[in-house]
């Protein structure tokens, strides 16, 4: 039993990054619809970055950045692996 341990918990651990890493694809993808839509349309959107909210539209989508704006400012560079949520219609 104790040979077994060893590849129980490797096992335990490649089952838990792959349903990690779904997680974040699914993120991804439904991040992704919603920065398409409020670039082509021009509506806002809330992003949640390290606990604040900004409130903005999607200007361009790079693969690291986005860049939105607001009424307060023209331009809001927001680093991808910054953003915790995104919330829009």
Request: glycine share 6%.
């Amino acid at each position: 039993m104790n040979a077994l341990r060893p590849i129980l918990f490797a096992l335990s651990l490649s089952l838990a990054m792959t349903h990690a890493h779904a997680a974040d694809t699914t993120f991804d993808a439904a991040a992704e619809a919603l920065l398409v839509k409020s670039r082509d349309t021009k509506t806002g959107l809330a992003f949640h970055v390290n606990g604040e909210v900004i409130g903005a539209y999607v200007v361009e989508i790079g693969k690291d950045v986005i860049v939105a704006a607001n009424r307060e400012h023209g331009r809001i560079v927001i680093r991808r692996d910054r953003i915790d949520a995104v919330a829009g219609n």
